[in-house]
């Protein structure tokens, strides 16, 4: 059945990934991002980083595609559009910077970025006032350059969180903006040559998985309080990190 994964090396890898995707899911559907980062931080510890990355981009497209019609209705246009107007200017160089390193490199750099952002995230750091159309744009260009990584969500998730935005408001920016962000991440991608069949067979496979973990999610959004939860998947994905850091030494 290994056919079925031809983007992984054997099949212990496999059910990695597959648990990898559905914790990662269950989380994108209750807050509307950390799939991308709990998938890479854990999965670039026994895979090649740059087939994870672009494993994932694929992943968040279709979990946002099953969202989206609820995250509409909500979804902050404006705002969105000014990051992702930064997060075109900012991927294309990530990406030029991702492909010409080590993959060592590469891993460490995931891991302390995450690292990194989770701290910032868990000390409950606030914005007093919105920044303006420029900063906005800002955020964007550094959420482009982190997901060259597939990790664009979390300064996006941090900016957010900082101005303390309403729940519902804040998952569904998340949903939108990893949406065309990802879509155009892949096309960055597959100009470096870093797209390909193997990686999208292996992808398809696990999107059952994905799909039920993004469903249960979603479902226990609406009965818990967003922010405990948050707070756990940042301690998870700190934890990730290390996880990252500690391999990329060995």
């Not at 705002?79 to 990406?95: D, S």
């Not at 994905?237 to 996880?243: D, P, R």
Request: glycine share 12%; charged share 10%.
């Amino acid at each position: 059945m290994l056919w079925l994964f031809p983007a992984v090396p054997d099949g212990y890898t496999a059910i990695a990934l597959a648990v990898a995707v559905f914790v990662a899911g269950f989380v994108r559907g209750f807050s509307g991002f950390g799939f991308s980062a709990i998938v890479v931080a854990s999965m670039a510890i026994i895979m090649d980083p740059l087939v994870i990355i672009v494993m994932v981009m694929i992943f968040e497209i279709c979990a946002s595609t099953f969202q989206i019609n609820h995250a509409w209705q909500r979804l902050d246009r404006p705002q969105v559009g000014r990051l992702l107007i930064g997060a075109i200017v900012g991927m294309p160089i990530g990406v030029g910077l991702l492909v010409a390193m080590d993959i060592d490199v590469v891993r460490m750099a995931i891991s302390l970025l995450v690292l990194g952002l989770c701290l910032v995230l868990l000390s409950g750091w606030s914005l007093k006032n919105r920044p303006g159309s420029i900063g906005q744009l800002l955020v964007g260009v550094g959420s482009g350059f982190a997901n060259s990584a597939a990790i664009g969500g979390l300064p996006v998730g941090l900016f957010l969180t900082a101005q303390n935005a309403e729940p519902a408001r804040f998952r569904a920016n998340m949903i939108g903006y990893l949406f065309a962000l990802d879509i155009f991440g892949i096309g960055v991608m597959a100009y470096y040559g870093k797209f390909s069949f193997d990686i999208v067979l292996t992808t398809a496979v696990m999107f059952p998985i994905m799909f039920l973990g993004v469903h249960l999610g979603s479902r226990q959004f609406f009965s818990t309080p967003p922010q405990s939860f948050r707070k756990l998947v940042i301690i998870l994905l700190i934890g990730l990190s290390v996880a990252g850091l500690a391999k990329s030494f060995l």
